[in-house]
């Protein structure tokens, strides 16, 4: 099978393709996510600062890298999908909002349960703090506003304009670390430096956000099949589909 | 063009004259909502001296939001908001006309009201002057976002309680340089550096709020 950019533009073709690579998205995940548990808690050492409550940091960083990333990429899909009139981006960026806002929540969360042992405190006003917790509105501002409206297109078209209005917030976000010296310590990882932890538990941040990423394409996937059956219901390749279902 | 930006702030002016009461009760609940808070805190001079700025601030954002459901909703009620999108003349313009009508109309008794909340919070006439200028810039970021959420929720049942949702995250860099502003003051520093990040706001969305609005208006009525 030949798979080419506009495979997945095509409604009834990505319901199809989709569906192919839903179980290997799954597998991997749970692959990755098992091997990077097993590499953080078993393997990786204890940091000689902050004890063994660092560890959340495999779950709490890559959380928060895919909270930032999916609002961009959904931002991306649903301007594209306004632009060019784009049934399926549109799709892929409603699909996206639920997935990214339980990451944004996961990394609000899990970073409650790091700042308590280790600040003293479940949460503070801090610059990186407040701007992930605005990024939790955004989300759901645009899950509130696409589902208030009833018309496909307008709430597509809708929600990419709050979308790209909201993704002013992102690299205020990503350099807030750097920007404000507050409580919330710098970023660990960086792309122009060498690593300032040990290969291990770098191994372990990487194989997570591996599996973060394929829980969320397995996730949007399912999503986005959903809502095309939802939004083509009129069309005769899923009545087809749903008639054949029937007969089974 | 310009105008088509007199002519709506006239006429919806005019429409706010016509509806007195309804005009000013943004103003109303902005004074008894701030009125709530040395009740229920306590009034103590020192505690209320210390939020007074903030409760000023988040009462004015909510009753902006409040009233700005209301910018689009009679004329798309009427249909006379398509024969205005069905002009030749730009979109932007009539945004701006009638985001000025609702500054002047429900803005304007905000800032003027501020020195009121201010004396009930026990503040230094230095804080209060602070805060109201504060508010003078912010309350156009308040009037110009606020347009956008309404344009964007134009029609929908549950408009009026999304816009809070929509907007108010959008609105915190004013909230935080201009609560700033007064706290500048009141450390004995010069506020100054804090206005001038307001009135980089207010420029900045000046010019993006009128095209995002209008560019919602058409989505609303596709």
Known sequence: MILRFNTFAAPSRFYGLAGGLLPWFWASALLFGLAGLYVGFAMAPTDFQQGEAYRIIFIHVPAAWMSMLIYMVMAFWAAWGWMLNARMASMYARALAPTGALFTFIALWTGALWGKPTWGTWWVWDARLTSEFILLLMYLGYIALTEAIDDPRRAANAGALLALVGAVNIPIIYFSVRWWNTLHQGSTISMTAAPKMVSTMLTAMLLMTLSFWAYSFAVVFTRARAIVLEQEGETEWVRALTHSREQA | ?222
Not at chain 2, 55 to 71: E, G, H
Not at chain 2, 127 to 148: D, E, H, M, Q, Y
């Open chain 2, 1 to 222: 063009m310009r105008g088509l930006l007199w002519a709506v702030t006239k006429r919806d002016l005019l429409l706010a004259r016509r509806r007195r009461v309804e005009a000013l009760l943004p103003l109303g609940f902005f004074v008894v909502a701030a009125g709530l808070f040395p009740i229920a805190i306590g009034p103590e001079p020192n505690t209320l001296k210390l939020i007074g700025p903030g409760v000023a601030w988040v009462c004015a954002l909510l009753a902006a939001m409040l009233s700005v459901t209301q910018m689009f909703a009679s004329d798309h009620h009427d249909g006379s908001l398509e024969q205005m999108l069905l002009a030749a003349e730009r979109l932007e313009w009539l945004v701006l006309g009638k985001v000025l009508a609702h500054w002047l109309s429900s803005g304007v008794p905000l800032v003027l009201a501020s020195p009121l909340i201010g004396v009930l919070f026990d503040m230094q006439a230095q804080a209060i002057a602070t805060l109201a200028l504060s508010l003078l810039l912010g309350t156009p970021v308040l009037s110009l976002l606020g347009a956008v959420g309404a344009a964007l929720t134009l029609g929908l049942r549950s408009g009026a309680s999304l816009v809070f949702l929509l907007v108010l995250p959008l609105t915190v860099p004013t909230l935080i340089f201009g609560t700033g502003a007064v706290g500048a003051v009141d450390a004995g520093l010069s506020p100054q550096a804090h206005l001038s990040l307001q009135g980089a706001l207010l420029l900045l969305t000046l010019l993006g709020a009128p095209l995002a609005a209008a560019a919602a208006l058409r989505i609303s009525l596709d």
